[in-house]
């Protein structure tokens, strides 16, 4: 590890301890689904660049931005095929293919 990659931590604590419990937090945060999951995950980034755990800059590094783009790219594709109407097509024309009958369906039995 370089100097300059060495990170330095406020109040002269463990780099690795400080960022293993902001994990550690904003992991039982996310899970207890009182706070939206992308404002937890938010401050727990800022949280470790205010502590110093990492600098802005190797912050920046460490965004995948191929993935990043993936998952937007994703997230159109679905919204317009949400709206459109496709899921639900696909759902109903998957249902006749099987020829499901109504009550069965409806109730969550297999109707074999």
């Known amino acids: ?13 463990n780099a690795m301890w400080v960022s293993t419990f902001v994990l550690a937090i ?3 945060t996310i899970m207890s689904e009182k706070v939206n999951r992308a404002i937890v995950a938010l401050v ?19 965004i995948d931005w191929n ?8 997230m159109i594709l ?3 095929s949400r709206r459109s109407g496709m899921f639900q097509y696909l759902a109903i ?7 499901i009958r109504k009550v069965a369906s409806r109730i969550g039995l297999p109707t074999g």
Do not use: C, N, P
């Open 44 to 62: 727990g980034a800022g949280v470790m660049i205010l502590v110093g755990v990492l600098d802005q800059e190797e912050a920046l590094r460490g």
């Open 78 to 80: 679905v919204s317009i």
């Open 93 to 99: 024309w998957s249902a006749k293919a099987a020829k």
């Open 26 to 28: 904003t992991y039982a």
């Open 1 to 13: 590890m370089t100097a300059h990659a060495a990170s330095h931590v406020y109040f002269g604590l």
């Open 67 to 74: 993935t990043i783009g993936l998952l937007t790219g994703m």
